[in-house]
């Protein structure tokens, strides 16, 4: 799960690179575009978003990165983040099923 911060970098390097290529940025770039981030946070972001599978680094030298956004990735785990509601509908349904039935049962036999 990605902080604030991480999300706000991805957020601008899905902006720079809509075309789903390689790119070169400098740290220069991003912080232009968040205002009040420093390089050294800007920085560990890029590592962050890198190591939890966000983006590939092609390499990087200095305050210079080349990057490429996964999509594929991040569409999953938009997906997997979204719960089936149909289904928990119908766990809530057979439970409250299974829960009068049983009540209806006890009641039958002790009267």
Known sequence: MLDKKCGEVLRVLKKLNAEESYKVVTLEEIAGELKGFSLAVIKQC??????????????????????????????????AAKPNNKLMYLYIFLAAFAGSFLAFMLVALIF
């Open 46 to 79: 890029m590592d962050t978003l890198a190591r939890e599978g966000y983006i590939n680094i092609k390499f990087c030298e200095d305050n210079t990165y080349c990057y490429s956004i996964k999509k594929q990735i991040s569409a999953q785990q938009e997906v």
